[in-house]
């Protein structure tokens, strides 16, 4: 169980609640605890036209969700963003974006980008796509090999080479694997990284002692938490078929997310907010990005993140053993 406790704003009564707000590590941007993930609306998990993806994106501004988290591997999304960016100023948005080094999942996705030149290309190239002049951070995105981007002339590089000219004002990683994580770490380079499906309430590896948490903390390094939901079997929708959606497949997992929703079901808690302010109690993590397919779901999210869950729910949630 982490240790504190985020202070979860209360929401005005008919109307989502501010969203909480923490230093991205020594990026010192102000981000959302809960980011834009674009694939939401990329049509990855279902068709999202561009009217109605703008009308999210700007909905969400209004929220306060003004962090998007954006690859080129969500689909159309970076597309549509664009579309939606045109009216809003740079300045109120925080762009995170992807080098993209692992298979090829759109059309949109160029070849793979393993030199410093390939790498710049890649990224101006997005630039231009998303219609800006800079982006807040840019993160590697799931090398299969750590060498060759750390090497000189590598991937890494680039992105240097981009933050130097003011084109990418942070660099950072987004991987699963942990030793991956201390060989980027390793390198004092790192401003911002993202983990995937290390700290949600199914399992908290990320958080172990001399783990991968402690030493971004200790480098003040940013850090992203993907799957805080697992890909939507925490949402307290019906199991199956959120699993189907998501294209989540362990069935270890599927059984403790149909016990954890049966218990929330039974105390009338909302096990979407059990699974958003579990991480949100995790203070070395500073962001959750979710992607919000529509504005019904960025709405419920916002509700999740900003209403108060009842006194000793952890205590009673740890002693149920799910």
């Given at each position: 169980?982490?240790?504190?406790?985020?202070g979860?704003?209360?929401?005005?009564?008919?109307?989502?609640?501010?969203?909480?707000?923490r230093?991205?590590g020594?990026?010192?941007?102000s981000?959302?605890?809960?980011?834009?993930?674009?694939?939401g609306?990329g049509?990855?998990?279902?068709?999202?036209?561009?009217?109605?993806?703008?009308?999210?994106?700007?909905?969400?501004i209004?929220?306060?969700?003004n962090?998007?988290?954006?690859?080129?591997?969500?689909?159309?999304?970076m597309?549509?963003?664009?579309?939606?960016?045109?009216?809003?100023?740079?300045?109120?948005?925080?762009?995170s974006?992807?080098?993209?080094?692992?298979?090829i999942?759109?059309e949109?996705?160029?070849?793979?980008?393993?030199?410093?030149?390939?790498?710049?290309?890649?990224v101006?190239?997005?630039?231009?796509?998303?219609?800006?002049d800079?982006?807040?951070?840019?993160?590697?995105?799931?090398p299969?090999?750590?060498g060759?981007?750390?090497a000189?002339?590598?991937a890494?590089?680039?992105?240097l080479?981009?933050?130097?000219?003011?084109?990418?004002?942070?660099?950072?990683f987004?991987?699963?694997?942990?030793?991956?994580?201390?060989?980027?770490?390793?390198?004092?380079?790192?401003d911002?990284?993202?983990?995937f499906n290390?700290?949600?309430?199914?399992?908290?590896?990320?958080a172990?002692?001399?783990?991968?948490?402690?030493e971004?903390?200790?480098?003040d390094?940013g850090?992203?938490n993907?799957?805080?939901?697992?890909r939507g079997?925490?949402?307290?929708?019906?199991?199956d078929?959120?699993?189907?959606?998501?294209?989540?497949?362990n069935?270890?997992?599927?059984?403790?997310?149909?016990?954890?929703?049966?218990?929330?079901?039974?105390?009338?808690?909302?096990?979407?907010?059990?699974?958003?302010?579990?991480?949100?109690?995790?203070?070395?993590?500073?962001?959750?990005?979710?992607?919000?397919?529509?504005i019904?779901e960025?709405?419920?999210?916002?509700?999740?993140?900003?209403?108060?869950?009842?006194?000793?729910i952890?205590?009673?949630?740890?002693?149920?053993?799910?």
């Amino acid at each position: 169980m982490p240790p504190t406790n985020a202070g979860v704003a209360s929401p005005a009564a008919g109307a989502p609640g501010t969203v909480p707000r923490r230093r991205w590590g020594r990026s010192e941007l102000s981000i959302p605890v809960i980011p834009f993930g674009t694939q939401g609306f990329g049509n990855m998990f279902g068709p999202v036209a561009d009217d109605e993806a703008v009308r999210l994106i700007h909905r969400a501004i209004e929220l306060g969700v003004n962090h998007f988290d954006c690859a080129r591997c969500y689909g159309d999304s970076m597309r549509k963003l664009a579309l939606a960016l045109k009216s809003v100023p740079r300045e109120q948005v925080i762009i995170s974006g992807r080098l993209c080094l692992h298979r090829i999942r759109s059309e949109l996705q160029r070849e793979l980008a393993p030199t410093a030149e390939d790498a710049i290309r890649d990224v101006e190239d997005q630039l231009a796509l998303l219609g800006i002049d800079y982006f807040d951070a840019v993160l590697v995105h799931d090398p299969a090999d750590m060498g060759p981007v750390l090497a000189p002339g590598g991937a890494l590089e680039g992105l240097l080479r981009l933050k130097a000219r003011g084109l990418v004002r942070n660099v950072g990683f987004g991987m699963r694997p942990h030793d991956f994580h201390w060989q980027a770490l390793a390198t004092g380079e790192v401003d911002v990284m993202l983990t995937f499906n290390d700290y949600n309430l199914l399992r908290q590896s990320a958080a172990e002692p001399g783990g991968i948490l402690e030493e971004a903390a200790r480098r003040d390094v940013g850090v992203l938490n993907g799957f805080a939901i697992v890909r939507g079997i925490l949402t307290g929708v019906d199991v199956d078929e959120a699993a189907r959606r998501g294209r989540w497949t362990n069935q270890e997992d599927i059984a403790r997310a149909k016990r954890m929703r049966a218990w929330a079901m039974e105390r009338g808690v909302s096990l979407l907010a059990l699974a958003l302010q579990f991480c949100l109690r995790e203070q070395r993590i500073h962001g959750n990005p979710l992607g919000n397919q529509n504005i019904a779901e960025l709405e419920q999210n916002v509700a999740a993140v900003t209403t108060p869950l009842p006194e000793n729910i952890w205590e009673e949630f740890a002693a149920a053993g799910l």
